[in-house]
């Protein structure tokens, strides 16, 4: 509860000033950014666009084949990166999804393992979801990647049609067919023979990037690599 109470007041402090840092909440940010010193300092930044074998990729290994993986964030239980994407899906805070969308396609563009990518596909939600949010919080990502990248995102090819069930004690495979289940294609000929890099705000089991993979491997030719502003850690 302290937790929750603690990124309450932060929330409501940023609607009051609205330019405060983006993870901490309480410093002025450096001039022309959305950090302040200290957190952008502290960023947990991941190897990932660097390292092949990375513990991104190996959520994937006999899974599903894909091109690479990697995330930008480091998120652990109650760092700065779990009150950034709290606030990024549950306060109205796009500007969050911006930044660290932006600072993933940078450093995927200083990677060597994301090469040739044609199209941007967020992880979607559910119209009901999309309704009582206000907005996909991977849509924003991908938005801010696709103007730094040049790479055009489509929205509307992979499409989820019904709402995801709880997934509490289900195994990665139970859930991954669970979400496989409520994932639909319109229009696939779009992505024929395309490299789609898909993209979403946080890695946890994998089984929702796995379903997304495997509902648009129905589609002949595709490739794919994945991306995400954050992976889940353990201490």
């Not at 937790?3 to 409501?12: R, T």
């Not at 491997?217 to 889940?232: M, R, V, Y």
């Amino acid at each position: 509860m302290g937790f929750k109470l603690q990124s309450y007041f932060k929330s409501l402090i940023g609607l009051i000033y609205p330019d405060l840092c983006i993870a901490c909440v309480k410093d002025s940010p450096i001039k022309g950014d959305d950090f302040c010193i200290s957190c952008f300092a502290d960023l947990p930044l991941t190897t990932h666009m660097s390292v092949e074998d990375n513990d991104f990729v190996y959520h994937f290994y006999g899974r599903v084949p894909i091109v690479h993986g990697a995330a930008l964030l480091n998120f652990y239980k109650e760092n700065m990166v779990n009150t950034m994407l709290y606030r990024l899906k549950y306060d109205h805070k796009k500007r969050v999804g911006e930044r660290l969308g932006k600072m993933l396609a940078t450093e995927i563009l200083k990677s060597s393992f994301f090469k040739d990518i044609e199209v941007i596909i967020p992880v979607p939600i559910h119209m009901k979801k999309k309704i009582r949010r206000g907005y996909n919080q991977s849509s924003i990502i991908a938005n801010a990647m696709s103007k730094e990248l040049g790479i055009p995102v489509l929205h509307d090819v992979l499409i989820k049609e019904e709402e995801t069930l709880t997934q509490t004690k289900k195994t990665r495979s139970e859930r991954t067919l669970d979400l496989l289940a409520t994932l639909g294609l319109k229009n696939p000929d779009r992505l024929k023979g395309k490299h789609i890099l898909v993209v979403d705000d946080v890695m946890t089991t994998g089984a929702t990037l796995e379903a997304c993979v495997l509902r648009l491997k129905e589609i002949e030719g595709t490739t794919f690599s994945l991306a995400t502003l954050a992976i889940t850690k353990t201490i």
